[in-house]
């Protein structure tokens, strides 16, 4: 017996397999998807492996054995196996890379942890930031990295260190050792959202357009046709209602559900409306969970106890057999696409699931993506929309304030504008409840020096360091590098050092202020650190009697409080300034939803806008809530510059700690490019190779070349054998191929 085994090898990131053969004591065991040991390389070193396929015969004479079966069952089935093939060549990563994202939690770190744990500073503040300056300088960068963490916020869960902030489980180790740190376990209910703890709804009568988009939905789970949909329904329309009695169907269709949406831990109130109907048949799975947990939510689902799976992104990979429905809600959130190698986006892995498994995709928004929308405008998607709120209701009444006229006429130096603050207090009067969004966190953006201009910023990326005032220090948003506040400028001397910008500390400080007797609650990454923290603040705002809920892009996703009335929309400018062509889409949608979250009640809603450019396109359709208009404005802008849906972005990037290394590599794919463009007329243009607009991050230099062509697929020859190139002789560099990306630095 002959198996193809593809290896968790990190010198071997090339997409290979390699022949063993399988010994007479294994063969009873072995299957496609098993997880095995088997020897590797010159010295024989025990290396793990996935079996991908067992041929009948091998090109080689002579195969060593496989030393091992690891676990009892494969991990993944050859469906799976024929998904991760395709993702590895669409995405441009190794097959093992791919597996990962379908193999049970915690596979390789090997589990067992029942409990999440929890890391916090065991010492103050000013002795961490002594002794991680020590550890920095003897390039102990781990454990910096989470003594500098842990500056920044009371606790974190020990997951959320290693995988976000650059710790490691050594370092953990060895500063709770020294008692720098303290680890504590917290008792985790098994069941992380517990059916007892929501209150059991069933179907409600559906409104006429509901009814529309679910006996559409019905006729094809009854005929098991497959049908990628795209339903546009304007805020409160009742979407989630329909997704609910979709799913009822496709159950008693004996199949089983996927449904995706943007960030599991910012929607507690849709995990409320699943688990309320489907009960213990729902698996929720979010970035929370301890990987025990994570575990038991795979095993549940693999063992077909549950048939519903609730999550974010990576959720689409559950181990669901026998799908009827996938659903993405607010399909247009970056978040779907992964910024990290495999760079998949979960719209595309959906569709191509959708066909396999012939069943229906659902796509939802508000506020569709100009691509998707497009898509279902030329036929791609069935087009369905849900026009009016459900109960009749008014779209709130949008306000737009020119600010700048507050300076000069109004004489206010507040950055919440004199017509905000009357709608405040009339809110506050007639005791209704407000939420107020900032496209910011920290106390302030950045920190610069008044005299010479000099910026703080972080020694090893060429970014901004952000002041944050609960710690009084400066940290990067890239790499978490953490500082002291400065009081002299490190160029200069001077002792004017200014802090720019306005967050959502400053401005809870405001509204205190303004309005003393106001129960403000703030919504940020600083406040919401804590497991289940997005939880307890929506419901201190839903329960105590607090009046203001201030918050980053946290506040403005899927909140359904009958009781707001007013939402206020502190600097529209931030949310427009982004540097890429889907600028005014993600604007537009942005300011769509955040004011959608007013007025959902009986009484109608109001939201105001607060911008320095008041007569901007973008803020002119999200006050009138036509998207129709936005969307025919947007891509005719979109072809005439030649953007996407028209054609596509690809994005290569090289990487590395020497910058000869990387100049030299992505001039060398950049020339091979050009060479490609003069024979293919499917390269419109290629800009760089250049260093990124970030040049470095974690002291890796950065090189990008920025390609248009028609079609990505077309393409897809050209950047495979780049790749592969690559990835045969890569010793100093990285690469990065990706199509479409969100973030160009
Ligand atoms: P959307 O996701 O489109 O913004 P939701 O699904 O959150 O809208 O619905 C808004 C509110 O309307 C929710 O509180 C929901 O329970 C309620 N709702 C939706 N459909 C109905 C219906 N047919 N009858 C009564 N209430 C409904
Ligand atoms: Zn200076
Ligand atoms: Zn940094």
């Known amino acids: ?41 010159f010295r024989n070193k025990g290396v793990e492996g996935i079996v991908v396929a067992m041929p009948q015969t091998s090109e080689f004479d002579v195969l060593k054995p496989v030393s091992k079966i690891i676990g009892k069952e494969p991990v993944c089935s050859p469906k799976t196996l024929e998904l991760c093939l395709w993702i590895s060549k669409k995405y441009f990563c ?20 029942k409990t999440a744990k929890f890391v916090s500073l065991a010492i103050d503040r000013d002795t961490a930031f002594e002794i991680k300056d020590e550890l920095r300088a003897k390039n102990n960068t781990a454990r910096a990295r989470v003594l500098e963490a842990l500056i920044m916020s009371d606790n974190i869960p020990l997951a959320k260190l290693i995988k976000e902030r650059g710790g490691s489980y050594t370092a953990v180790h060895s500063l709770q050792e020294k008692g720098y740190i303290r680890v504590d376990t917290e008792q985790i209910v098994r069941e992380a959202y517990n059916e007892k703890k929501y209150e059991r709804t069933t179907a409600y009568t559906p409104t006429s357009e509901q009814k529309v988009v679910i006996d559409h939905l019905y006729s ?88 519903v799976v609730v999550g974010a992104r990576s959720a ?45 995709l659902l796509l939802a928004s508000a506020t569709p993506s100009v691509t998707e929308y497009y898509k279902a405008k030329i036929g791609v998607y069935t087009l369905l929309e849900m026009t009016k709120r459900y109960n009749e209701g008014a779209m709130p009444n949008v306000k737009i304030v020119d600010m700048r006229g507050e300076l000069f006429d109004n004489k206010n130096r507040s950055p919440i504008s004199l017509a905000l603050q009357a709608e405040i207090k009339r809110n506050l009067f007639v005791g209704q409840k407000t939420i107020l969004f900032l496209n910011r966190r920290g106390y302030s953006t950045f920190v610069s020096c008044r005299e010479c201009g000099e910026v703080i910023n972080c020694p090893d990326c060429s970014i901004a360091m952000t002041y944050h005032k609960k710690s009084d220090s400066l940290s990067c948003h890239y790499c978490g590098y953490t500082m002291r506040n400065v009081t002299a400028c490190p160029e200069c001397g001077s002792k004017y050092v200014r802090y720019f ?37 929506l419901d201190k705002f839903k329960n105590e009697d607090a009046d203001i809920l201030l918050g980053t892009q946290m506040v403005t996703k899927g909140l359904d409080f009958h009781e707001v009335t007013l939402v206020g929309v502190l600097a529209a400018d931030t949310a427009l300034a982004v540097d890429d ?30 911008t320095y450019q008041p007569f901007n396109a973008t803020i002119k359709f999200a006050k009138e809530h036509d998207y129709e208009a936005f969307y025919k404005n947007e891509i005719l802008q979109r072809k005439r510059l030649n953007y996407p849906p028209f054609c596509d972005i690809i994005y290569i990037m090289v990487t590395g700690e020497d910058e000869n290394a990387v100049k030299t590599r992505s001039e060398e794919i950049g020339d091979e490019l050009k060479r490609c463009m003069k024979s293919d007329g499917n390269i419109f243009s290629i800009l760089g190779p250049a260093p990124a607009p970030i ?21 897809h020859d050209i950047l495979e054998s780049i790749y592969e190139l690559h990835e045969k002789n890569n010793k100093k560099t990285f690469l990065t191929i990706d199509t479409n990306p969100i973030n160009m630095y």
């Not at 004996?254 to 489907?278: C, D, H, W, Y």
């Open 695 to 715: 040049e470095k991050i974690r002291n890796n230099y950065r090189y990008r070349i920025l390609l248009k062509c028609k079609n990505k697929d077309d393409a």
């Open 581 to 610: 062509f889907r600028a005014n889409e993600r604007g537009f949608s942005l300011l769509t939803q955040v004011c959608g979250r007013a007025g959902r009640g009986d009484v109608p809603g109001r939201a105001i806008i607060q």
């Open 94 to 113: 190794s097959l093992y890379q791919a597996i990962r994202l379908t193999t049970p939690p915690g596979m390789t770190s090997g589990i067992g942890e």
């Open 501 to 537: 910008g306005t967050g959502t500390q400053k401005i809870e400080e405001e509204l205190n202020n303004l309005f003393p007797d106001a129960k403000v609650l703030r919504m940020d990454t600083d406040t919401t650190f804590q497991k289940g923290g997005h939880e307890k603040i």
């Open 1 to 41: 017996m002959i198996v193809k085994v593809v290896l968790n090898n990190k010198e071997q990131n090339i997409d290979r397999t390699f022949d063993y053969e399988v010994p007479e004591g294994l063969e009873d065991k072995m299957a496609v998807g098993m997880r095995v040991l088997v020897p590797f390389g």
């Open 316 to 360: 689409i990979f559950a181990p669901m057999e026998n799908i009827g429905i996938i659903i993405l809600d607010e399909e247009h959130e970056t978040s779907y696409k992964s910024e990290t190698t495999p760079r998949y986006h979960a719209i595309e892995v959906a569709e191509k699931m959708s066909e396999t498994e012939n069943c229906v």
């Open 220 to 307: 094809c789970i009854d005929e098991n046709r497959h049908e990628k949909i795209l339903l546009r329904g304007v805020t409160g329309s009742g979407k989630t209602e329909v997704f609910l009695q979709a799913i009822e169907r496709v159950i008693k269709m004996g199949k089983n559900a996927i449904m995706l949406v943007p960030e599991i831990s910012l929607t507690p109130q849709m995990v409320q409306r699943f688990v309320g109907r489907f009960g213990n048949r729902v698996a929720v799975i979010h970035s929370a969970l301890s990987v025990g947990e994570r575990f038991d939510e795979w095993s549940r689902i693999k063992k077909g106890e549950v048939n």
